[in-house]
Each structure stands twice: as C-alpha cells, then as structure tokens.
C-alpha cells in the first residue's frame, strides 16, 4: 500500500504542474507573440517482484515530468496599421538589447515604437537590433532625422524627415521620404533563426534569452532570405493558444489529479484496515 500512496503522490505532483502549464496558456491567450506550452509525461522506474529478466513482473513506481515543450507553431497576424509594428510570417525572431545589461533576447512580439531619440524599442525600452545604413553589423536601429539625412546624403538645407513617412516592407528594409522629396532606405531590421529553438529560455516581457544549446545562426539575416520569414509592417502576431484545446486539456488534467488523489484515499483506507486487523 505504502507504493500505491507513493504512485498516486507522483500523480498529484505532475498533474498539478500539467495544471500550471494550461492556466498559462489559458491566462496568454491575449498576449503578442505567446507561444503555448505542452508537458510530457513519462514513467518512472518500475519495481521488479522476481529475481531474473522477467520484464512481466514489474509495477510502475508513478509518473514525472519528462519534458515542458512549446510550440512554436505560427500565430494569426493581425493588422492594426501602426507602421512600427511588426510580425513575422514564418520563421525567424526580432532581436532586442537591453540597454542597461547590453543582453541580447530573442522575441516575436512586435509591438515596437520610437522613443524621443529616434531608437526603435519595445514595451520594456530595449532596443531592436538591425543594420544602418551601409553598415554589416548589427546595431541599435535608430530612425531620426540625422540618421536618415546621413543614410540619404542629402544635403539641402533645413531638410527635415516627417515620421509619417517611414515605411517598412516585406524584407525588413526601413524606407524614409524628406522633406524635399528625397527618400531611400536607411535601415534593415533582422531576424535571428534557431535550430533548436526548444531550448531557448523564457524570460518574461515576452522575450527568450538564448545560448549555444539553441543553436543560432552565425549571424541574424535578412528577412525573406535563408528560411526566415517575411515582415509584415502595420500588424502583430497574436498568441497562438488554441482556447477550445486548452480547455479540454483542463479537464482531462483535472480528472486525472481526481483519480490520483482517489488511489491516495483509497490506500490510506485500506492501510487502516490493516491496522485495524491487528486489533
């Protein structure tokens, strides 16, 4: 009995986190750029009740956890005609620097806008990655009128950009119009890919920090290129959580928690019958 009260506390524990993991889902289902989260269980090791190889004499000892998986499956992209925001269709994911720690994350939330220097950031104030002008490293993207008057050369006097007119297109290209009519690009936004993407890590705002475990490319690329995705200007991706699915894992979870916490009722009674035997 003391192994069937153990089995059905294994149960309780990883039904429990199963749990966790679709309330998470459920709770993102609004949020830019979420992808959902599956848990994968599997057996822990069986007890063996004969000496030998008699693989038919063994019980299972519970359940654990052996994996917590997302699915980077794509969202729907919604349009909302903000021209600084952005998703990507396809693979691929925008980079973003934190300033004050100079870490470097990974994201496919697209809610970017322009701060009072010209820098393209997200919510959190961290700064999109991409290329300047004639540039071939990455930078902080900065879209202001020096910046776009020096990608331009242009030299007319007083010559002024109108953010209005920055455009973004399906390649990444950032596209600017002066005042005086001159216009051309003077900017690239990026996107990293990962060939294992299952081991980036998940840091909150949105945003995945990422090592050599999951295997970046040498160096972010040009949308529409090598695989990635293209970049859809004036929209965002949403969560790719599907509710109706989420909710009937809820309620296989929440059987499932039910019956373990019934093998533990159902152990402890019995258990008591045998103490009561010996009275």
Do not use: C, W
């Amino acid at each position: 009995m003391i192994g069937s009260l153990q089995t059905g506390v294994s149960g309780l524990q990883q039904f429990q986190e199963d749990l966790q993991v679709i309330g998470n889902n459920i709770a993102n289902v609004n949020t830019v750029g979420y992808k959902s989260a599956t848990m994968d269980f599997e057996d822990q090791l069986s007890q063996s009740l004969a000496n030998g190889s008699d693989s038919s004499m063994q019980i299972g000892e519970g359940v654990t956890t052996s994996a917590i998986d997302s699915n980077f499956t794509q969202g729907t992209i919604n349009s909302d005609a903000v021209t600084m925001h952005l998703a990507v269709s396809g693979a691929g994911f925008f980079l973003v620097k934190d300033t004050s720690s100079g870490l470097t994350y990974a994201t496919r939330d697209g809610g970017f806008n322009l701060d009072a220097n010209g820098y393209m950031i997200n919510a959190n104030g961290d700064r999109v990655q991409g290329l300047m002008g004639a540039a071939t490293t990455t930078t902080d993207l900065q879209i202001n009128n020096a910046t776009a008057i020096a990608a331009l050369n242009d030299t007319t006097p007083g010559a002024t950009l109108d953010a209005s007119s920055i455009k973004i297109n399906t390649n990444g290209q950032i596209t600017a119009t002066l005042s005086d009519g001159t216009s051309g690009v003077i900017g690239q936004v990026v996107l990293q890919n990962f060939t294992n993407p299952q081991a980036l890590i998940k840091q909150g705002g949105n945003l995945y920090s990422f090592n050599a475990d999951a295997g970046p490319l040498a160096t972010p690329g040009t949308p529409n290129t090598s695989g990635l995705g293209t970049i859809q200007s004036g929209a965002l991706e949403s969560s790719n959580v599907d509710l109706a699915t989420e909710m009937s894992n809820l309620i296989t979870a929440q059987r499932a928690f039910e019956a373990n916490a019934k093998i533990i009722t159902t152990s402890d009674e019995v258990l008591q019958d045998l103490v009561n035997l010996k009275r």
